[in-house]
């Protein structure tokens, strides 16, 4: 039986606020996750949807500090380009979203409550609604 549960990303800087909801099933929901565990699952499931061509990948909507810079550096930023078809290595993004998660480059709200360790137990049920926030730093500031 596929349950759904909602994700809300939104990426807070200079620019405002930038939103983007989806949802995502899940074939056999398991109650109990560690927040590892559900980032992974999460970050499974966009990489399958974008190497099939299904969608964009919507957890790296935003552009961190570091690849603004470097795009500024050789004078132009991209979002993306559209032209190129690339295969996402999943293992690559999953690393990349916990190691940026314990950085602190992003915060984790399951069903409004903050979730602050990798380890930490998280209660999924269906219908859950999980929040990831970008927190982008000011130039200057």
């Known amino acids: 039986m596929t349950q759904t549960i909602t994700v809300e990303t939104k990426a807070i800087g200079q620019t405002g606020l930038a939103v983007q ?6 074939e056999q929901l398991k109650i109990r996750y560690s927040l590892a565990e559900l980032i992974r699952s999460i970050v499974q499931d966009e990489v ?44 690559k993004e999953i690393e990349k979203a916990l190691k940026a998660f314990s950085r602190g480059v992003y915060y984790v709200f399951i069903d409004n409550n903050q979730i602050n360790h990798l380890d ?14 970008r927190l982008t730093p000011l130039v200057g500031g």
């Open 120 to 133: 930490e137990e998280v209660i999924i049920n269906t219908g859950s609604k999980i929040l990831f926030i």
């Open 48 to 91: 399958n949807a974008a190497n099939q061509g299904n969608q964009v990948n919507r957890l790296s909507q935003v552009m961190s500090f570091e690849e603004i810079e470097h795009a500024k550096a050789a004078g132009k930023i991209a979002i993306s380009d559209k032209s190129r078809k690339t295969i996402v290595d999943p293992e």
């Open 21 to 26: 909801n989806w949802e995502v099933f899940i």
